[in-house]
């Protein structure tokens, strides 16, 4: 300010013209700083819900696909069961026989 003070009152107007056009840059600049980190850090955060959804859903599939797992076993399991069973009656019924 003292300097344009010193220039004198012919350059002061040009002086305050470019002044206030560094100020609005700046402004502007800083405003558009602070949207891009806004942005950044929506994006980090979506990236973050979706990453977390990501891992929620593959946890749920695995439990889905390993109870199904434990269904399948037990179905198996039962229907060896099942057949062993019957072989050991047929094997008593012929003995019998």
Request: hydrophobic share 85%; glycine share 6%; proline share 0%.
């Amino acid at each position: 300010m003292v300097m344009l003070v010193i220039v004198g009152d012919g350059d002061y107007g040009v002086m305050g013209v470019i002044v206030g056009v560094m100020m609005v840059i700046l402004i502007v600049v800083v405003i558009v700083s602070l949207l891009m980190i806004v942005m950044m850090v929506m994006v980090i955060v979506v990236l973050v819900m979706v990453v977390l959804v990501g891992m929620v859903l593959v946890m749920v599939v695995v439990v889905m696909m390993v109870k199904m797992m434990v269904v399948v076993v037990i179905v198996v399991t039962m229907m060896v069961v099942m057949v062993i069973l019957v072989l050991m009656v047929v094997v008593v019924m012929a003995i019998n026989w």
